[in-house]
């Protein structure tokens, strides 16, 4: 695990970490944390980490704060490494579990010749196993739209490949290993999405606690972040599904950048359910503006608008602040008072232009006196909507010059139009960038106020 896949997850984490005098000594290079009920019932360890590539299932891990237990003990362990540490089986013996769950990613699902073992549920053929995981295959496979994707069970040889179902045995516990895929089981293969692959870890776990009966059955799986105060932390959700790009970047960056933070891909299914009802700030990316509101759908849709509206705050990048706009423009949402100039030539181009920051810009922004390269890939130009229900925007930064206009677009048009721009939905704030400060030299750092300032931690612009 790199250093700031730990940062996530030991954020994500801190609300339930536990004195450590109340749990046996964690071994080195691990972080532990504790959920108990004040009803007795089953304690159940869940691992994840001990091997490469497994930032999907520590991220997963983090989120089970998400779920006020019912009875029990739920104890998670997040191993900063490739291997499994030496004292993980004295501290298991020490906790005394009844349940040791796995969390592990393998890139494929099983291939001959290949030890991996992506889409399995791994555990000894025993009446009680066997119920618990007919409950999570169930529940996941319900999430799977291609059949050749679907998980299925898979009972272990005792050949020593997999070691901690062999430590559950020898502590007297029950042992699952839930190993999900980075990769579709299809011909071409295409990696899943970073949100599904988190996804199917916490539908799993959701479906075993509720099979023990540790979590009520109004509990929702799409809550993936805990209850908090705005002061305390800042949830941010970066949308991760189809008309956009990869989400993670958009995480490493906000949690390098900002304390006390933590961000989530989220799926349109995921807002659909609710998500949102748990975070602070939505991120809407790159990438085409018609596909993510078609994905959303009605549903969705109306969730973000419900979320900004009660005090969330709203980020759109390019394609997203395409999709903030007001109509008559088709895949707006119409949470910022400003139109789409021009969608007719939409696809202007791509390259380097200048913009200038406003005053307002240069309070959020820091002081950046004269012209700041940006770079430009087709964003929104806008003009006022003058929408009557709706406060008309803010200018923070203007264009100064344009890309050169491709399929008949008049460079003109862009020059000394908004880049970028703020305004108020309801009780929530809305950012938007035409451009991808992101992705510009000097001024990466600008999305970082963006949330800052979605998020209330910040009063002006």
Not at 135 to 153: C, H
Request: aromatic letters at 8%.
């Amino acid at each position: 695990m790199t250093p700031r896949i730990l940062i996530a997850w030991a954020l994500i984490g801190l609300a339930r970490v536990t004195p450590a005098d109340e749990l046996p000594r964690p071994p080195i290079g691990t972080s532990v944390a504790e959920t108990r009920s004040a009803t007795s019932g089953p304690t159940v360890l869940v691992v994840a980490g001990g091997a490469r590539r497994q930032r999907f299932p520590l991220h997963a891990l983090g989120q089970l704060e998400a779920w006020p237990l019912a009875r029990g003990r739920l104890v998670t362990l997040a191993i900063d490494g490739s291997s499994l540490p030496e004292q993980l089986e004295n501290f298991a013996d020490s906790l005394d579990p009844d349940w040791v769950i796995r969390l592990r990613e393998d890139i494929y699902y099983p291939r001959t010749g290949w030890d991996l073992f992506g889409g399995c549920l791994i555990h000894e053929d025993s009446r009680r196993l066997n119920n618990a995981s007919d409950r999570a295959l169930k529940t996941v496979n319900a999430s799977v739209a291609k059949s050749a994707n679907r998980f299925r069970r898979l009972s272990p040889k005792k050949d020593g490949r997999f070691p901690v179902l062999a430590m559950a045995d020898r502590i007297d516990a029950r042992g699952m290993l839930l190993v999900n895929a980075a990769r579709q089981n299809t011909t071409p293969t295409r990696p899943f999405r970073a949100s599904t692959r988190i996804r199917q870890h916490r539908l799993m776990l959701h479906a075993l606690l509720g099979h023990l009966e540790m979590i009520d059955g109004d509990i929702n799986a799409d809550h993936l972040v805990a209850r908090h105060e705005r002061g305390q932390r800042l949830a941010v959700g970066i949308y991760d599904g189809p008309g956009s790009g990869d989400p993670m970047p958009f995480v490493s960056d906000l949690q390098q950048g900002l304390r006390r933070i933590e961000g989530h891909p989220l799926q349109p299914v995921e807002i659909r359910n609710g998500a949102l009802d748990r975070f602070d700030v939505v991120i809407f990316p790159g990438g085409m503006a018609s596909h993510q509101f078609d994905a959303l759908e009605k549903t969705g849709r109306r969730a973000v608008q419900d979320f900004v509206r009660r005090g969330g705050g709203y980020v759109g990048i390019c394609a997203g602040a395409y999709m903030a706009a007001t109509r008559p423009y088709t895949w707006g949402l119409g949470l910022i008072d400003a139109r789409i100039v021009d969608h007719d030539h939409w696809a202007r181009g791509i390259g380097t232009v200048t913009i200038e920051l406003s005053d307002p810009g240069r309070t959020l922004f820091g002081n950046h006196r004269g012209p700041l390269d940006y770079h430009y890939g087709n964003g929104p130009i806008f003009a006022p909507a003058r929408k009557k229900e709706l406060s008309d925007y803010r200018v923070l930064a203007w264009y100064r010059t344009a890309v050169p206009g491709q399929g008949g677009a008049d460079p003109a048009v862009m020059v000394n139009t908004p880049a970028i721009l703020s305004g108020r939905y309801g009780k929530g704030r809305v950012l938007v960038s035409s451009g991808h400060s992101e992705w510009s030299a000097g001024i990466e750092a600008f999305m970082l106020r963006y949330v800052e300032w979605t998020g209330a931690r910040r009063a002006s612009p």
